[in-house]
């Protein structure tokens, strides 16, 4: 197999031929809840500002910032109501511009996240919108006449309960918002709308900025005969139309095409398959430079997301691995096991309790040695886990409280089972505060934080992971270390060893005669001598790069949890 190297048009090739993000890491910043300097209680940019240091030890190449733009925050600045300033709270464009500046003296991008599927319903572009019928602006969203029997013009649901449409008294329409109803979707149909998104663009690429994270960015083509179609189908989960093709390469042309530097662009897309992603990813179509795509965050969903089922290790090594094929000779992967919208990886795919290192650092060097871009977020680089508090009055997540009400007033089910399914899957499990100290707030706040920091991180936290005899942050440096030096890493093939297996996590990466190989027993007990006999084989001329346990005797079982890279010869 050959490697094709990505490239973009643009691209001033970094050494090696390669774009940045290629041998690179982004780290993940939800600035609500990463450092508070004002004391309000609410993180904000001069509190990042505070912290790059740290974000320069680590050695990521680029931050992505969650969004900081003003908003009414009904979906924690999900809903914007102004694309071109800074809310208050998080501070201001002299402020941003500052973090810029001091990120861009460490080495460190700074990538935005580009919400453009929907604005916040106080935007002055819906206000207007839905000021009347005749409005200019009133083709900018999805208004439609009720159906013949005056309720919603199709039966879809909203991704935050309830339905995907709300009527506007006045005017006698109905919008359509996938997400809240304070979050009405854009209409792309219309190029006024495009217009105004690129330049909005353009706008921050001059000032500095080096990429977007392109939110639900796949759902900004609507499937119209769906919209208008006199079968209403039953949910929007797959919205997605065929323009989106056109639309982004448009957004390329308008935006990015002839602009210098190496800007990434990753777009947010739930529903897509990897016959999808090559075509949004191979960089001679102009599109994206790689997805985020959820099969594999979906295996332990049941009947929806609250639904938690076990994890079926040997259904995510096999996906993981379909991604790491299908995208092999075109394309680029993004590697992510969470994110602001999932539970923490160590407690949904690891053991948080007795393993929490152990099993924290195997995920590390399972996702960082895959081949693709990997996205760590915030806490994960000192094992921080899920939250459980004891009432639902103590979450601020609008998915996580809609749902709850839904379930529990309107389906009649049992608070407490619907309470344990927020506890597993929901969002706040990773928009607690970042726990930086031991002490009251977790050195996160000296006010009263806008969510409540983990109970546990007395013990977890970056201080006590840092001065540890095992450390998940040195852990994670080594890996990002690795990848920057390691051509094998950033580009080499991809084989899955023994996919069947229910315990035992191995693959091999190559690239111009060099192998690495990882060997992992992602369980909680021991994995017996002797390993399946391929692997043996491999592992009797190995030699140890990095390993999460001390090294043992290969004969001997592996210990739980245990992860090892090994160099082959
Ligand atoms: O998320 C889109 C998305 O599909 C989900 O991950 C979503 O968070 C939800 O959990 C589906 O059940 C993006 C953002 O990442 C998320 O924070 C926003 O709430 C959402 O879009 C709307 O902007």
Excluded at 544 to 563: C, F, I, M
Aim: charged share 20%; net charge negative.
């Amino acid at each position: 197999m050959t490697n094709s190297t990505p490239v973009t048009d643009t691209a001033q090739a970094a050494p090696g031929g390669s774009p940045w993000w290629t041998s690179g890491v982004v780290y993940q910043v939800y600035p609500r809840s990463f450092a508070d300097a004002d004391g309000d209680g609410i993180g904000d940019l001069a509190g990042i500002r505070g912290k790059l240091d740290y974000l320069a030890e680590l050695g990521v190449d680029a931050l992505w910032l969650s969004p900081v733009y003003p908003s009414p925050q009904h979906d924690n600045g999900y809903d914007i109501k102004d694309y071109e300033d800074i809310d208050p709270v998080f501070g201001d464009l002299a402020q941003f511009d500052l973090l810029v500046a001091e990120a861009h003296d460490r080495g460190i991008k700074i990538v935005m996240d580009l919400v453009v599927n929907h604005t916040s319903d106080e935007h002055p572009w819906f206000l207007e919108s839905k000021s009347s019928l005749t409005n200019p602006k009133r083709d900018w969203y999805w208004w439609r006449k009720p159906n013949a029997s005056n309720g919603p013009p199709n039966a879809w649901g909203s991704f935050f309960s309830g339905p995907a449409w709300t009527l506007d008294e006045a005017t006698g329409e109905y919008y359509l918002h996938l997400f809240a109803a304070q979050q009405p979707d854009l209409n792309w149909e219309n190029p006024e709308v495009r217009h105004a998104v690129y330049a909005m663009m353009n706008r921050w690429l001059d000032r500095g900025v080096d990429g977007f994270r392109m939110d639900v960015i796949n759902f900004i083509a609507k499937r119209v005969e769906l919209v208008d179609g006199p079968a209403p189908s039953v949910d929007a989960s797959c919205p997605m139309g065929p323009q989106i093709h056109d639309y982004l390469q448009e957004m390329h042309a308008a935006v990015f095409a002839g602009r210098p530097g190496e800007h990434l662009t990753v777009g947010e897309m739930p529903g897509v398959t990897t016959a999808d992603a090559l075509l949004f990813t191979d960089p001679a179509r102009h599109e994206v430079d790689m997805i985020f795509q959820f099969e594999h965050v979906s295996l332990d969903q049941g009947a929806n997301k609250f639904d938690a089922r076990p994890l079926d290790l040997p259904a995510l090594k096999r996906n993981l691995a379909h991604w790491q094929t299908d995208l092999a000779e075109t394309g680029w992967n993004s590697l992510y096991l969470n994110n602001h919208d999932q539970p923490r990886l160590v407690s949904r795919f690891g053991n948080d309790t007795t393993y929490r290192y152990e099993s924290a650092t195997l995920w590390a060097l399972v996702l960082h040695l895959q081949r693709g871009t990997p996205y760590i977020y915030q806490g994960e680089e000192i094992g921080m886990t899920n939250v459980r508090f004891d009432s639902i009055a103590d979450y601020r997540d609008i998915e996580s409280l809609n749902h709850y009400r839904e379930a529990v007033e309107e389906f009649d089910l049992d608070p407490a089972s619907v309470l344990a399914g927020v506890h597993q899957m929901g969002r706040d499990n990773a928009r607690t505060p970042m726990q930086w100290d031991a002490t009251p707030n977790a050195g996160f706040s000296t006010g009263t934080p806008w969510l409540a920091v983990n109970p546990n991180h007395t013990e977890i936290n970056v201080a006590a992971d840092r001065g540890g005899d095992r450390s998940v942050f040195r852990f994670y440096q080594a890996l990002i270390r690795l990848r920057h030096e390691s051509s094998v890493i950033s580009l080499g093939d991809f084989t899955l060893l023994e996919p069947d297996h229910g315990q035992l996590y191995a693959f091999t990466r190559s690239l111009d005669g060099e192998t690495l190989l990882v060997v992992a027993n992602a369980a909680d007990a021991p994995l017996a001598a002797p390993l399946p006999a391929a692997v043996a084989a491999l592992l009797a001329t190995a030699t140890r790069v990095l390993g999460n346990l001390p090294p043992q005797s290969p004969a001997t079982p592996l210990r739980p949890w245990e992860a090892t890279l090994y160099r082959l010869p």
